[in-house]
């Protein structure tokens, strides 16, 4: 479970770190919103760094989780829900995930 929400608590540094900064460019809003996101960046790759695995196999696992958390992001914020077609992806995402992050060491 501390694999899994480490992963989570970095995909979302990541996704905040890159909607504001996005929010700034695409939707003219303030440009202090660069501040947090920096912030946010910098905290996704220290979290990056918490993992245990090998640098290579984190980076692989991390993406599963990615696009988990970036359809969530679709759902929550975007308020567009997510297809079937997506909701399929995500499941095969996080089946290469877990093969990758919970295979025999």
Known sequence: MKTITLYFATAIAEIVGC????????????PWLLIPAGVSLAAFAWLLTLHEAATGRVYAAYGGVYIFAAILWLWAVDGIRPSNWDVAGVAVALLGMSIIAFQPR
């Not at 504001?20 to 303030?30: A, D, T, Y």
């Open 19 to 30: 909607y504001l900064p996005w929010l700034w460019l695409k939707q003219n809003g303030s």
